[in-house]
């Protein structure tokens, strides 16, 4: 790993934490430490918790959903991407 990719992941990591509270504070609540703790660690799982705290279950699904999606959609667009700029 390098220290770009490190510098990366830490500000992935922060930029998350930081939504997180911000969204809270916009719909009234805090968010949990719990939540923030395990967004730290394993960010998936801290960001399923943190909608369905937030959100009617629905909703927190759909959010959840269109959130890994979104990234899946950016790894293979990156990927696919990165493979024809080589390859040109």
Known sequence: MT???AGQLIATIVLRVWWEMEDAKLRGGTAAILTQTATVFLAPLGLLIYFFQSRKPIAATIAFVAFIGGALLAII???FLGGWLVAA
Do not use: I, R
């Open 3 to 5: 220290l770009n990719d």
């Open 77 to 79: 667009g990156g990927a």
